[in-house]
């Protein structure tokens, strides 16, 4: 096994399905030492597939092999004495254990976090479920559908005149294995430090509100309720997904100059100059949207997509593709960067699926990934080798005092902007690093300019909830980068910083004079991520991304609409998240690291390829039957009966029988001869069926037959919007919406990091900076900068700032 990042780390994997089991991956992947605990069934993604053959073989499910890369793996019977017995000699030895439900069901079980603890004092238990442990739903049962109804996702995904939709592929699953694979990281690093255990609590649902966002602050900022309309995306009007003769473009415009770029580049300068399309707005979309649509098909219909992809980016116009699987193995920056990697497996034979979503300066060779384990295939080796158990059970500390948040004392220079970069440096805040934003006032962050209503008595620029939200818990100063005497005083930030992290485009930090080879001569052991769209090193390097083009480019937006439909954008904050969280999994890595060795690097992070990870799942699919699933509405392969359907009170609800059982109970709900009419899973994936369940479920108002039928043992859950969302009792019980009041704008609530540390300090709630609101603050302490020189070496005016150009 190669050694590199996290081969400190020894893990147990008790987890089935995807979300565990995508947690552990990833720290797999970067050298833990994972063991994968099956039941003797095995886990149950074994059945999910897609399988190469005609005859399902649980060797070969698609699913499980890409959730379960670089493990080995065990059988335990858990509820046998014997099983019991070899798991308490394994948590002697294994101190991480990741688990795929609350901590009230594992304690059902006879394995609660106090009870690892017996086992071993400095055990981290991570449990990671549909709702988090503790709470009035913590034991609600979930699925992806489920999860995308009840976190905010299904209220924007789809069309006015359709039902509302989960997103394509299982990404709310895999964006909290995500997010449990950071705090994982985080508390392992911590107890380096303290030597302490900890119970780390991860909930879907709270990472589909976190990358939801829309619902609960386009309520609070703008007093509406958003509903669904994902044939467009979030822009300056709005973006497009539309066919030319060869797939599907995305016309992408983030900004109102890359708006009239787009429609000058289209030939069509008279939309943006036209004052009946003034106001035109994606957030409040009417049929002026379809107007523009109607132009744009009409403009690209004779060429094709990847044509006028080039040409548009050449012209600094940020255009997206919308590949399917077999176009998303065949992009040019993924094939330069060597992002595939092909794992000979002794049963379903070579298979190529996506790889590690960045380079390193630490290492001349790409991390390879092992391949998944058969059932029990490591049995007999690792329990072999277990010692015996202690003869005294060990004692869970009883802690009078919380610890400190486990980055208490790192420091990062954070020269990112919008989204993407901000959102990795959010984790870092939260979990207690002194975060400093760079800004510079003839260059805001362009995040200031999203969302602002009006009405506001504070400046514009501190007015968008957007920034707002990803920015709490940072301090902000102003520089100037282009006068050599801004740069000189982010060199002494350097100084003393762990992390520097930056996504330009390539080559403008080294046009500033501050490339990693620079700043390494300052810091030797510096760690700097830098955060490309494509990647540093590749011939697209220099082109435009943002949240909507890469979910476009990574296959999120094919998987993701009505059957036989177009393809939707997900109504989400766009890939920009999905790379930010899978960014400070790296940087964690890169931490843990340096821990051991006492070196930096340079991380080269590509955003689309980071968001690939989180549908690779089809891909490997793909890779393995050659059959694309493409846009299956809310249909799932094995999950049957499972759809949103309309409720009496106008509301619509998710339902996921997720195994026969499930079906069972439901049909003898509704009418017990729907279980003998629609015995088989493919009879139940059909209109008849949907048209049914929907003629039932308009009998009932939503929430009270959520819970009628989570009382029967069927996941379900209401389509959520801003308000529901805001008074969740989950939410509301795991303090899910955090409060913060800022100067001129009022009270407001912004989703917070979807875990919590049992063991560590609260996270820290300060607002998000005030543009140069800690410039003094920070260049007078950690620059060195003397009262005297103050006033010569800030040299951006905040108070002098033109309202205009800062829009």
Known sequence: MQKHYLNNLKVLDLSQGIAGPFCAKLLADLGADVIKVEPPTGDVSRQYGPFPGEEPDPECSASFFYFNTSKRGLVLDLDSADGRDALARLVTEYDIVIAGESEETLRGQGLAYTDFCQWNPKVILTTISGFGSFGPHS????????????????????????????????????????????????????????????????????????????????????????????????????????????????????????????????????????????????????????????????????????????????????????????????????????????????VAGDVTIPGIPFHSSARDEQVCLGRPPLLGEHSEEILGALPARPSTAGVAPTLETPRPLPLSGVKVVDLSMFFAGPSCTQIFADAGADVIKIESVQRIDGWRSSG????????????????????????????????????????????????????????????????????????????????????????????????????????????????????????????????????????????????????????????????????????????????????????????????????????WIGISCRTEEDWQRLAGMIDPELAERFATTTSRQSAELDGIVAAWTEGYEASTLMVELQSAGIAAGVVQNGPDLLRDPQLQARGSLLLQDRPGVGEKHYPGQPYRFRNAETPPNRRAPLLGEHSIEVLTGEAGVSDDEIGQLIIDDVTGMDPVAAR
């Open 452 to 651: 602002v209503p009006s009405g506001m008595t504070a400046p514009a620029w501190e007015c968008s909830p957007h920034f707002n939200w990803i920015n709490r818990n940072k301090r902000g100063i102003t520089l100037n980068l282009t006068d050599s005497r801004g740069v000189e005083l982010v060199k002494r930030l350097v100084q003393d910083a762990d992390v520097v992290i930056e996504n330009y485009t390539p080559r403008v930090m080294e046009k500033f004079g501050l490339g990693f080879d620079t700043l390494r001569e300052i810091k030797q052991d510096l760690i700097m991520i830098s955060m490309p769209g494509f990647g540093s090193n590749v011939s697209w390097r220099d082109y435009l991304a943002f949240g909507m083009s890469t979910e476009q480019m990574s296959g999120m937006a094919h998987l993701t609409g009505y059957e036989g439909g177009e393809p939707l954008f997900t109504g989400t904050t766009g890939g920009d998240l999905y790379s930010g969280v899978m960014g400070a999994h790296v940087l964690m890595a890169a931490l843990h690291e340096r821990r051991t060795t006492g070196k930096g690097q340079y991380i080269d992070l590509s955003q689309v390829e980071a968001c690939t990870l989180y549908v690779g799942d089809a891909m490997t699919g793909f890779a393995m039957t050659g059959i694309d699933p493409g846009r299956r509405g809310n249909r799932h392969l094995l999950f049957a009966s499972q759809g949103i359907y309309p409720c009496r009170d106008k509301r």
């Open 139 to 346: 034991e609600y049962l979930s699925s992806h559908l489920v999860a995308c109804a009840m976190g905010g996702w299904s209220q924007l995904c789809g069309l006015p005149e359709g039902e509302p939709l989960q997103t394509g592929g299982a990404t709310s699953e895999t964006l909290a294995g995500a997010y449990a694979a950071v705090a994982t990281s985080l508390a392992a690093f911590a107890r380096n430090t303290h030597g302490g255990g900890e119970h780390v609590d991860v909930s879907v649902q709270e990472a589909v509100l976190a990358a939801a966002s829309f619902p609960t602050m386009t309520y609070e900022y703008h007093d509406r309720v958003r509903d669904r309309y994902s044939s467009v995306g979030g822009g300056a009007v709005a973006c497009y997904m539309v066919p030319t003769r060869e797939g599907y473009l995305g016309l992408d415009a983030l900004t109102w100059e890359q708006w009239i770029q787009l429609c000058g580049f289209l030939g069509r300068d008279d939309i943006a100059a036209n004052p009946r399309f003034e106001g035109t707005s994606w957030n409040n979309p009417d049929g002026r949207l379809e107007e523009i649509r109607e132009a744009f098909r009409e403009a690209v219909r004779d060429r094709t997509a990847m044509e006028l992809f080039h040409e548009a980016q050449a012209a600094r116009v940020p255009f997206g593709l919308v590949p399917g699987m077999a176009e998303l193995y065949a992009l040019p920056p993924h094939l330069e960067r060597g992002f595939f990697q092909t794992i000979t497996h002794p």
